[in-house]
């Protein structure tokens, strides 16, 4: 971490996000005008902000074991509105409804 917070990126794109200490990563991606990522509840309800961590060290808050089990919290599945980088870290954004997400269309590299 550096004194802005912990470097995340987004597996397929070279774009740096930054997260706060205690932020939730998808409120960091919302902060830094990432408009277009799959947001519903926000509270971890819906599943719709699945991501899977592929390396880094976070935790995770309260989550609905529906979208996300325990199995797949051990092999470090999570919810975006849900998950609180402890490290810089990279994640997978999780097909949504049998479609798979194409980062460029979430505006992931948007350069603004
Ligand atoms: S926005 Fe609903 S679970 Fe994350």
Request: with cysteine; net charge positive; charged share 30%.
């Amino acid at each position: 971490m550096n004194n802005k917070g912990f470097q995340v990126r987004v597996e397929g794109s070279d774009k740096v996000i930054t997260c706060r200490e205690n932020e939730p990563l998808l409120i960091a991606m919302e902060r830094q005008g990432y408009a277009r990522i799959p947001v519903g509840c926000r509270k971890g309800g819906c599943g719709v902000c699945k991501i899977r961590v592929t390396t880094g060290e976070f935790e995770v808050g309260k989550m609905s074991v529906k979208h996300v089990s325990e199995k797949e919290r051990n092999e470090n599945f999570s919810l975006a509105c849900k998950t609180f980088p402890k490290s810089d870290l990279k994640f997978s954004l999780i097909k949504l409804k049998g479609k798979a997400i194409n980062i460029g269309a979430l505006g992931i590299d948007r350069k603004n």
